[in-house]
């Protein structure tokens, strides 16, 4: 048997379970949102735009508002375990980052629950050292809670990525603008930043998806009007059976995430050429 | 006197710049350890109402009634324990000879095979996830065990490939070559050279796939619920219902297992497997 025979027989089984669980579910339901009554046509986004238009914009505004803070966020951190003169301050900083990282997105949306609720641990610590009033606690669950939680999580995530980009860089550049004397915040945007800007939008791309499809944190932190799309298919199923309409949103939210890479690879595509 | 007057402006801007350093470090782990402490504290709460700053009540009756034989809380972590070890079985009959063939063979296409297992993480997930429970409900896979273990197979696959791929190419070829030429046959160079060495790295794979089963919440909310329960499920619903310190409590439950890999991983994961994931 040759060696290529071999290694697709080997490789089969676990690309038939992509192909299978993943691959044709994701055909059925960009099919199925063009399925309505039985009959093929562009009901079910006629009726999604008519519901949920307030949702998709907000969808999306809010997921990409987290994206930028993520990105600024961890360019500051990355970047100040990069350029950071004092030792204890970066390992402080590097054992403290990460912690998020892991942490299920499920128990995100159940920590930030009871911590940014009007009566939570953080208006009750506030209220403790005397900077707001009883009075003036209000709770933060709704887009700022959505927006606390995909920070929160995904931040650690892109600043690993682009602290590891930024450690195998040339430290020649760097010390040489330093000795040339110019400042850390100017060294990090004018010579690091650029340099491991692929990593960043990497990074950036991925906690995207990852963020249009997160169910648990909308549900948990903000299910009212207006949510997120995931919230809005599963209740389009829970409530209502209706796959249809379902099927449209989360196409949706598929061409969502394709803008966003075909940004990107028209990007890289212009780098190159 | 003059050593004294020249140490003395040098240490004061030391302090001063821990200052600014302090606050920005305080406030970040405030950030990460405050929401944290509160998750702690609903934990081991029996009593908390506004607008009491801590607790009225400390004690672990909640605990007892989460681990009481008949809560369903048991029910539910034995579930999420016996879906993750399924999960991390399939994974690996599936991922150890994928992962061989695409560091070992010459195959067409590697790239694109190796591109193909991230689509599932690389796509929002929700909507095929929805069309999978229908399909498994057509052929009465939905509400089953096995159908859980399947969709976080999928979701789980790409750390399982990719990792045994890079594990089983950061081994040194001669020393299978050296096996085989003292009379081992292809299987037993497999199994008493090649395994073994790659063995570090398949258990971290293994632990991906076990936490990301383990932590996974929409496929099991569209396949397994409402018929097989998981602990995501059981903390979404008992958060749902108000009852924060079952919410807390099962969190606490996910949260450990997940740290604690987080605290390890860099003994599984050596550099030089590290270097080679995705290639």
Redesign the interface.
């Known amino acids: 048997m040759s060696?290529?025979l071999?290694?697709?027989i080997?490789?089969l089984?676990?690309?038939a379970?992509?192909v299978l669980?993943?691959?044709?579910?994701?055909a059925?339901?960009v099919v199925?949102a063009f399925v309505a009554d039985g009959r093929y046509g562009l009901a079910n986004f006629e009726k999604a735009f008519a519901l949920y238009t307030q949702d998709i914009i907000f969808t999306v505004v809010i997921v990409s508002f987290s994206t930028f803070i993520i990105g600024a966020l961890s360019t500051a951190i990355a970047g100040y375990l990069t350029l950071g003169e004092?030792p204890r301050?970066v390992a402080?900083?590097r054992w403290?980052?990460?912690?998020?990282?892991?942490?299920?997105?499920?128990?995100v949306?159940?920590?930030?629950?009871?911590?940014l609720a009007?009566?939570?641990?953080?208006n009750?610590?506030l209220?403790?050292a005397g900077l707001i009033t009883?009075m003036q606690a209000s709770g933060m669950l709704d887009w700022r809670g959505i927006v606390i939680a995909f920070v929160?999580k995904q931040t650690p995530f892109v600043t690993l990525l682009l602290a590891g980009a930024m450690a195998s860089l040339d430290r020649g550049t760097i010390e040489a603008a330093r000795n040339l004397g110019a400042s850390r915040l100017r060294i990090l945007l004018e010579i690091v930043l650029p340099q491991v800007a692929t990593t960043l939008v990497v990074g950036l791309i991925?906690s995207f998806?990852t963020m249009?499809?997160?169910?648990?944190v909308p549900?948990?932190i903000n299910a009212q009007s207006p949510t997120m799309i995931?919230a809005d298919?599963?209740f389009r199923?829970n409530a209502y059976g209706d796959?249809g309409v379902?099927?449209a949103?989360?196409?949706i939210?598929?061409g969502v995430?394709a803008c966003v890479a075909w940004i990107y690879l028209r990007q890289t595509m212009k780098e190159r050429a | 006197m003059t050593a004294l007057t020249h140490s003395a402006p040098s240490r004061l801007r030391f302090d001063l710049w821990w200052l600014p350093r302090g606050i920005l470090l305080g406030l970040l782990a405030f950030a990460i350890f405050g929401p944290l402490a509160n998750l702690l504290l609903w934990a081991v709460t029996e009593r908390w109402y506004f607008p009491h700053t801590l607790p009225l009540e400390y004690g672990f009756s909640f605990w007892a009634r989460v681990f009481s034989p008949r809560g369903n809380a048991m029910e539910s972590l034995t579930n999420s324990v016996i879906v993750a070890i399924l999960a991390v079985a399939v994974s690996l009959a599936l991922a150890i000879p994928a992962g061989y063939a695409l560091a070992r063979l010459k195959l067409p296409l590697r790239g694109l095979i190796l591109l193909v297992f991230m689509i599932p993480q690389a796509f929002p997930n929700l909507p095929v996830y929805v069309n999978v429970a229908r399909l498994f409900y057509e052929i009465g896979l939905n509400g089953t065990i096995a159908g859980v273990v399947l969709v976080h197979v999928t979701h789980g696959l790409v750390f399982a490939v990719w990792i045994a791929t890079a594990a089983f190419a950061a081994i040194d070829v001669e020393l299978e070559q050296a096996a085989r030429s003292i009379g081992a046959g292809p299987l037993q160079t497999f199994r008493d050279v090649t395994l073994p060495l790659a063995m570090p790295g398949l258990m971290a794979s293994a632990i991906f796939v076990f936490l990301e089963s383990l932590d996974e919440f929409t496929g099991s909310y569209f396949v397994g619920a409402p018929d097989v329960n998981m602990l995501p499920l059981l903390l979404y619903n008992a958060g749902a219902g108000g009852n924060y310190q079952v919410a807390s409590i099962t969190a606490l439950l996910l949260l450990i297992p997940s740290v604690g890999f987080m605290l390890v991983v860099e003994r599984f994961l050596k550099a030089d497997v590290l270097s080679r994931v995705g290639r």
């Open positions: 060696k290529r071999l290694g697709l080997l490789v089984p676990a690309l379970v992509i669980l993943f691959l044709v579910p994701l059925a339901s199925g004092n301050a402080i900083l403290l980052y990460r912690w998020p990282m892991f942490i299920p997105f499920i128990v949306g159940q920590v930030l629950r009871t911590f009007k009566n939570g641990l953080m009750n610590m209220i403790g009883p929160w991925l998806v249009m499809s997160v169910l648990s549900l948990m995931t298919i599963a199923i796959y379902a099927n949103l989360g196409l939210s598929l995430t």
